[in-house]
């Protein structure tokens, strides 16, 4: 019994040391936190306005029949270089021939007889100044003369127009490009306002992009963009905005806008779609901590701040961001460290545990 009496109060006396180790150990360690920490540092910022679009020709023909016929010559296929007046289809029908042989006939007659005409009035005048002929006669002849020139141009005119017509059969490239489209092939009857072919000019292409209307106003010509193309991830080119059209789309809401390429990548074609960043205002050398790192009480916004290892919870006041950090006007300075990413569960004075950052 006394064995039992000396022991209790050992044993007591163990347990609460125990107790109290415990408690100390909990309360230390919920004092303490791992955090992602990172350095507040002066930067440039660049805000830009996103969107999205593609490829489009800013040279592009579509060339349609002017008229029904057979295809009896190509001079040309799709994918191929094609230079300025080249021929590419040239189209057999009679009717456009025959109406030009007989302008020319008729044409080759009036000519003859308004030559005859002006010999007539020449010796006409003549024989009046010679008194062998009255003034009627003479203006007779004259009359005659002036008629039959004024025929003489109608007969040119109407020459020139079945001429014309005639042309009508040949499709002609209207510039140097690159032959998109040319969907007949020969012995093929075409109608007319079919469309046969289709001319684009490579070397200037444009990227049309849509923007929604609540960022129009941030938009000017001139403003230096940066695009990347889905064909080339990897790469990043420059352009300018150079034509805003002013007119948004009821349905989308978004207005398109063109982009003028500084120096295209090889082998762009039309449609390939795009992505782009219009920068409409840059801030060097500001301020910078990332948008994960704040937070905000009563319509304030803070910062959990490592000061001598420990939780302080800062106010700042924010300026411009992008989609990544913040400019900081006041609170905090170069150097300061932060924490990254907060939970909830933070509490000033709290005891921070240095951890690597993620990659981001």
Not at 146 to 167: G, H
Not at 203 to 217: G, H, K, N
Request: aromatic content about 6%.
């Amino acid at each position: 019994m006394k064995s039992l009496q000396k022991f209790l109060p050992k044993y007591s006396i163990a347990l609460a040391v125990l107790f109290i180790a415990t408690v100390l150990f909990l309360m230390t360690r919920g004092n303490t936190v791992d955090l992602e920490v990172g350095e507040v540092s002066n930067a440039e910022l660049v805000q830009a306005v996103y969107a999205t679009g593609f490829v489009e020709a800013d040279a592009v023909a579509n060339l349609s029949a002017e008229c029904s016929g057979t295809v009896n010559y190509i001079g040309a296929l799709e994918g191929q270089h094609v230079t300025a007046g080249q021929k590419i289809l040239q189209f057999d029908s009679l009717q456009p021939q025959l109406a030009v042989r007989e302008a020319r006939a008729a044409f080759a007659e009036q000519q003859a007889l308004a030559r005859d005409n002006r010999s007539r009035s020449v010796r006409k005048k003549n024989l009046f100044a010679e008194g062998a002929i009255s003034r009627q006669e003479l203006e007779e002849a004259e009359k005659n003369s002036l008629q039959s020139e004024e025929l003489l141009q109608q007969k040119e005119l109407q020459l020139r127009m079945r001429e014309d017509d005639l042309k009508k059969l040949t499709v002609i490239a209207p510039f140097s490009g690159i032959l998109t489209l040319q969907s007949v092939k020969e012995g093929d009857y075409v109608t007319t306002n079919t469309l046969v072919a289709r001319v684009v000019d490579p070397a200037r292409y444009m990227v049309t992009v849509e923007v929604d209307e609540l960022d129009i106003p941030r938009i000017r010509n001139g403003q230096v963009t940066t695009v990347a193309f889905d064909a080339y991830p990897e790469k990043r080119f420059s352009a300018v905005v150079s034509r805003i059209v002013p007119q948004t789309d009821r349905v989308t809401k978004t207005s398109r806008i063109y982009l003028t390429l500084g120096n295209p990548p090889d082998n762009i074609q039309a449609g390939m779609t795009a992505t782009a960043n219009i920068i409409y205002n840059t801030r060097p050398n500001a301020l910078l901590v990332k948008k994960s790192s704040l937070f905000e009480e009563n319509r304030q916004s803070y910062v959990w701040k490592i000061e001598n290892g420990r939780l302080k919870k800062q106010l700042i006041r924010q300026g411009v961001s992008d989609m990544t950090f913040v400019e900081v006007l006041q609170g905090l300075k170069k150097g300061d460290k932060i924490a990254l990413a907060p939970e909830k569960n933070l509490h000033e004075g709290m005891e921070v545990r240095i951890i690597p950052a993620r990659k981001s």
